[in-house]
């Protein structure tokens, strides 16, 4: 059978589906590019924001188009299965709750033990192909941000034991991977539950695997051991940290349940860049959250320039059904909100353009993940620094899935342009 993939929303999901492609292989089916190829599409949802939910039935729609049976899963149809039951072309819908067992609930194949069985990695054709190997650790969430329906859509957090996870990790490096990006919905929370902590994991992977690069994906700044930062000392670990700050006020920062502070918060900032000046921190900001007042969000611009952020996403809030915020008198109107992430967006605009430029001259690490011809035939190629820089060169063959010195040239039209170093070694 011919099966294709499409996935929105966070690396959680994305890691997902590199799982499904690897069992449905295992099983001796064909992963294919599009949804027009396939008999049966699965499309991997997610209902963070209004936009995502909308996204997500577009999603759906493309995939019906092609005529295939879509299989939907994820938080939006988790949390609207009836409607996502009724669009055309959905034969299936798995919730959260049972999409561990996705591809035995697909192929009628009812409780099988080929979870545990060695699955290989497949890199998923198309859009989703990736070299960097995302790797699921943890699902769920026990906190309870008041913005946030995806603790409401993932259920209490549960941690994916060590042996499965150094097990996904091998099969990563067997397939050739050269770096993995371990994801969760709550990362730091890995552990709680088995009576260990993130430290010990990450330990166990770096001593037990060769692997050449490990990143975390989007992490809370707090459930982090002080040990846990010097693991960092490891080259192996890439210096980049994604943690949602959400606002830069801790009256927001209360009202939005969120488990830390902003002293907190930059305490773990600066002691990153201590551990290491090149760390990229990028994070999130909620523009607009109910009741916000200009001076909070005032605070925010502040705190936002204050910090060497090397990136950030920004949400025009939006109420999610169930959520306590949705509840919230004073909602912010959506001019304002607008505004706001305008503002913002900007002022992450020059801090990523500081940190970029920060680099021209340096020499970094550069895992090259895409390329394509030019009419010269030479082929430009686009990969990613251990710090997150993306950076461009020219080569005149394809390059991919290889680890290269790179000089950072220059910033053109938004990007660094580097230069391939043969043999560097630091220092010499
Ligand atoms: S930490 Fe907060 S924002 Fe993150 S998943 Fe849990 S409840 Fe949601």
Not at 226 to 234: G, K, N, P
């Amino acid at each position: 059978m011919k099966v294709f993939f499409d996935t929105i929303g966070c690396r959680l999901n994305q890691a997902e589906i590199e799982r499904y492609a690897a069992q449905f292989t295992a099983l001796g089916h064909e992963i294919v590019p599009d949804a027009e190829s396939a008999d049966i599409a699965v499309v991997n949802t997610c209902s963070v924001t209004a936009a995502a939910a909308s996204d997500s039935r577009g999603k759906v729609r493309s995939a019906a188009k092609g005529g295939a049976q879509v299989v939907v899963t994820g938080c939006w149809s988790s949390m609207e299965p009836r409607e996502a039951a009724a669009m055309e072309g959905v034969s299936q819908v798995i919730l959260n709750a049972e999409k561990d067992e996705l591809t035995a609930a697909v192929l009628g194949l009812g409780k099988t033990d080929f979870d545990t069985e060695p699955l290989k990695r497949v890199t998923l054709p198309g859009v989703h192909a990736r070299t960097r190997a995302f790797i699921k650790i943890q699902d769920g969430c026990d906190n309870h941000c008041t913005f946030c329906v995806t603790r409401l859509v993932r259920g209490k957090a549960r941690s994916v034991a060590k042996a499965r996870v150094l097990h996904d990790v091998q099969s990563a490096i067997s397939a050739g991977g050269k770096e993995i990006v371990l994801t969760g919905v709550n990362l730091g929370a890995w552990g709680l539950d088995l009576g260990e902590e993130l430290a010990d994991l990450i330990e166990f992977l770096l001593k037990e695997t060769d692997i050449p690069r490990i990143r975390l994906s989007s992490l809370e700044s707090w459930n982090l051991s002080d040990r846990f930062l010097r693991l960092w000392e490891d080259p192996r670990m890439c210096p980049h940290f994604h943690l949602p700050l959400q606002s830069g006020s801790d009256s927001v920062l209360k009202r939005m349940a969120r488990r830390t502070t902003l002293g907190e918060f930059r305490r773990l900032a600066e002691t990153a860049l201590s551990v290491n000046p090149a760390f990229a921190i990028t994070t999130d900001v909620i523009a607009g959250f109910p009741g916000e007042t200009d001076e909070e969000h005032a605070q925010t611009l502040a705190f936002v320039d204050s910090l060497p952020f090397a990136g950030g996403h920004i949400f025009p809030y939006s109420p999610r059904p169930g959520t306590a915020a949705a509840r919230m008198k004073d909602q912010v109107p959506k001019a304002i909100q607008k505004e706001r992430a305008k503002q913002l967006r900007d002022l992450f605009e020059q801090k990523t353009f500081v940190f970029e430029t920060s680099f021209i001259g340096s020499v970094r690490k550069v895992l090259w993940e895409s390329t394509q011809q030019l009419p010269d035939g030479q082929w430009e190629t686009h990969g990613l620094s251990e710090n997150y820089l993306t950076v461009k060169t020219i080569f005149p063959t394809p390059v991919r899935n290889r680890i290269d010195s790179v000089r950072i040239s220059e910033r053109q039209d938004g990007k660094l342009i580097g230069i391939v170093i043969p043999d560097f070694r630091e220092g010499g």
